[in-house]
Nanobody, 118 residues
Framework: VQLQASGGGLVQAGGSLRLSCAASGRTFSRYFMAWFRQVPGKEREFVAAIRWSGGSTYYADSVKGRFTISRDNAKNTIFLQMNSLKPEDTAVYYC????????????WGQGTQVTVSS
């Protein structure tokens, strides 16, 4: 499984960014795909997840109502639309994948930096 994240950047508070994660190397119909983020010195934290088959979504409380995770089946790509960004959203964002029977995410893409200025 290969995951390629993109779309990070610098944005002012209140602005928006959309992250993309192109997935390859597998048929993902039985996978969960997710976004995590990490700030230096802190543990990686869950942001959002989507079940590839059916599209059920899950969010951390800190991003509910502001972030939306989605997928494009034809392009094998997941997205994270981030609106109303806050300085505390600043982090390196990682996309991840796990087979539905696995408890842990075991495939990771490289991170993409998101910086929100106040």
């Amino acid at each position: 499984v290969q995951l390629q994240a993109s779309g990070g950047g610098l944005v002012q508070a209140g602005g928006s960014l959309r992250l993309s994660c192109a997935a390859s190397g597998r048929t993902f119909s039985r996978y969960f795909m997710a976004w995590f983020r990490q700030v230096p010195g802190k543990e990686r934290e869950f942001v959002a997840a989507i079940r590839w088959s059916g599209g059920s979504t899950y969010y951390a409380d800190s991003v509910k109502g502001r972030f939306t995770i989605s997928r494009d089946n034809a392009k094998n790509t997941i997205f994270l639309q981030m609106n109303s960004l806050k300085p505390e959203d600043t982090a390196v964002y990682y996309c991840a994948a796990r087979y539905s029977d696995n408890a842990r995410y075991d495939h990771w893409g490289q991170g993409t930096q998101v910086t929100v200025s106040s």
